[in-house]
């Protein structure tokens, strides 16, 4: 299935789906169905928010962006006893709990965190009326009956709070998998943000062995004379993940 978080309208460039689909399609990594939107499912959200309400999970924020910038990310619960009305002008935050949520990463093995000392209650709505991204995506898995997730290793941070979201929703809990991330010469992720060059198109298979060799699956020599369809068929059938075991990311080569 292929899902398009598209939640946040704001942030939405034109063209750039079509610019996503094109390259899965030179990537050979196509899907089946119709493509999902998340702003098509915005009742959804709303109905798993009415139940966090009614079940008094969440409270109203009305802290700007000044105010929460010098507490390094965890959110000091300045709101959480003020009872402000969730209909204003505010953020809607889910009330963490202090105790550890432990579960087993595919990858990273281990990994327990304390919502509630190391990220602190969190935004499931915006200020602006927009969803955030943990609750759709957590509300997206359930619906479309998501098993198994395998992501970036940057974004392990979010997996806990969904998990805990998904527990007050009463959801069950996909397997999770954090594979590491690519990194410059500086150990910056590659993205827009660092100014990364968009994944090149006219050499798919080449792409694809470096990245096998990058994550240290050892692509055979003869590979480099595959098409797309046998490097990926042989990546599927000889995977093999305890050679990422705990590690978090894997730096570009440069010439």
Same mark, same amino acid.
């Given at each position: 299935m292929l899902r398009v978080d598209d939640i946040d309208t704001p942030r939405n460039q034109p063209g750039a789906v079509d610019s996503i689909l094109r390259c899965l399609e030179h990537f050979e990594l196509l899907w089946d169905g119709e493509i999902?939107? !998340?702003?098509?499912h915005l009742e959804r959200y709303q109905s798993a928010l009415e139940q966090l309400i009614t079940d008094?999970? /969440?409270?109203?924020? %009305?802290?700007?962006?000044?105010? #929460? %910038?010098? !507490?390094?990310?965890?959110?000091?619960q300045t709101c959480r006893t003020k009872q402000l009305d969730l209909t204003g002008d505010v953020a809607i935050r889910l009330k963490t709990e202090d105790l550890p949520l432990n579960f087993l990463d595919g990858i990273q093995n281990s990994i327990s965190c304390n919502l509630l000392k190391e990220q602190g209650d969190f935004v499931i709505k915006r200020k602006?009326? +927009?969803?955030?991204?943990?609750?759709?995506?957590?509300?997206?898995?359930?619906? !479309?009956?998501?098993t198994d997730? /395998?992501?970036? +290793?940057?974004?392990?941070? %979010?997996?806990?709070?969904?998990?805990?979201?998904?527990q007050l929703l009463a959801y069950p809990t996909p397997r999770y998998s954090h594979i590491p991330i690519i990194v410059d010469a500086q150990g910056q992720k590659l993205s827009k943000q660092t100014?990364?060059?968009?994944?090149?198109?006219?050499q798919p298979h080449q792409t694809l062995l470096q990245? #096998?060799?990058?994550?240290?699956?050892?692509?055979p020599s003869e590979l480099r004379y595959a098409s797309v369809t046998e490097i990926l068929n042989w990546a599927i059938s000889n995977w093999q993940k305890h050679r990422l075991q705990q590690q978090q990311t894997v730096q570009l080569p440069f010439n």
């Open positions: 999902d939107f !998340q702003s098509r008094q999970h /969440v409270y109203a924020c %009305s802290c700007n962006r000044k105010q #929460l %910038s010098s !507490q390094q990310g965890i959110y000091p602006d009326g +927009f969803f955030a991204y943990q609750l759709a995506v957590v509300v997206d898995d359930h619906r !479309q009956g998501i997730v /395998v992501r970036g +290793f940057d974004l392990l941070d %979010s997996t806990p709070r969904q998990i805990y979201l998904q100014q990364a060059e968009a994944v090149r198109t006219d990245l #096998l060799e990058m994550l240290g699956q050892q692509p």
